[in-house]
């Protein structure tokens, strides 16, 4: 499983950066391989000051150990050793009319003494953060992950909405990050689903993503947009770092295993602004999108 | 104690915030008083957008309730009660020749179950963040800091600058945020030094904050510049950024306790960027800062 799923996410790390540089049409991906001193290391594409992308990276990554110590408590285990990858892909438009989006999916093995695995699992998501509300883009996405999950067991896509509302919210803010999509941590084999299984719908999810975010993108770029449009972009990327650093687990496990911080924070947005105590004026769209970033809906 | 510190601060943001308005000539302080719903509340002042200070904040605050979980914790004691108030402030120039400041005083109590003192303490200091360095700058911040040192105890200066470096250190990245001062998380009482001293100690810092600093905002803020300075400006704001929200306790401290968000992120800085994997070229002013960064070194 180690094989075949990094395997995938290589293949995939290649159809999205392609995919990602046809749209753009001048900014190409930048690509660094690396190795990390316990274990294991990665290939980080990085695509900076494109006409439509203004940041983004697609990063892969293996990595293998001992597992660190504030992850074992984390996880409830002793000292032992374990293996994770995964695909990691943020895209940050220039367009503030466009949204932000965000995926991750990755496979994680954990092993007793003898080198038997102790467990296993997938875990992952897709989400999107919009900074204009255009509520057929962000039913679209989530329809799109409704249709995978839903090929797989039909409470999928409910649950994991909601752990993705759950999950990237910015606890100190009592707001959402953004419109969500669907996420789940640790997927959990069962009677009716195997690892294979697993295997399957997470690469279903990845075969997918293209389909999912892209056709918004393309909509979106070229709308002409103000000066204070792109401030309140800048305003709400702050959030996006104010989760990344602050709340988010992702972050945190890559600092902790001791992973590359180029690649762990290449999530970080380009330009960031943080004005003292901003809000939108009632009835404007800035505040439109707010209300539902205070109180996550059902999109689909 | 509690009244004869928070009485002190108040003055001392009188005066720290008029003679800011003074230097920047365009922009005031905005007000805002808050309450906790805990217990306690604050005296905000925030500037922004002015000639001289990009953004800054001068604030006090003294809160009061039953000690949150995390701070049980990690003061290893049980359910306690506590109050503290302190004044904190930043100051982030325009101009990237002159280096951001950052102080805060603060003063700590916790109560036994009869409402007795547990323990009680004062904690703080001054620290230097320059984007282009000037050792006669930095020389003289940390001369100021040692003469106030100096004054009380012969092993404050030189202790309390090893604090400095090694708090003020972002680990993920292996490198200091800024060419320190001083900081003491906690002064203990010995045969030597009593409460009091400690209060005569902190306000004496207290009253030379403005002397130690705005010799060199005068000195730096009209220096002309380029876009290429302002951008590493920016970039190392980041540095900044990931500093308050990965590692500071203080942060960790408000967002614990439930303090006012909006003051407690007052620290982070206007505009901020993240460039991927961004190194100066070598024996340019740039690289010199960094040099400085990764191997702090003793100014005086």
Redesign the interface.
Known sequence: MKDLFYNYIKSLQDKVTKEFESIDGKAIF?E?LWERIEGGGGRTR?I?NGNVIE?G?VNISSVHGELPKSMQDYFKVGKVDFFACGLSLVIHPLNPMAPTVHANWRYFEMYNKEGGILKQWFGGGLDLTPFYLFEEDVKYFHQTCKAICDKHNSKYYLTFKRNCDAYFFNK??NEARGVGGIFFDYLKKDDTSSLKDHYKFVTGLGDSFLNAYTPLLKKRKDIKYTAANKIWQ?VRR?RY??FN??QDKGTLFG?QTNGR??SI??S??????????YHPEPNTEEARLLKVLKFPIDWV
Chains 1, 2 share one sequence.
Request: no cysteine; glycine share 6%.
């Open positions: 930048k660094d990085i900076e940041k990276g100190h803010r800048e702050g770092v104010e650093l602050i600092l911080i180029e924070l290449m970080l947005p380009p330009k960031v602004q943080w004005k003292y105590n």
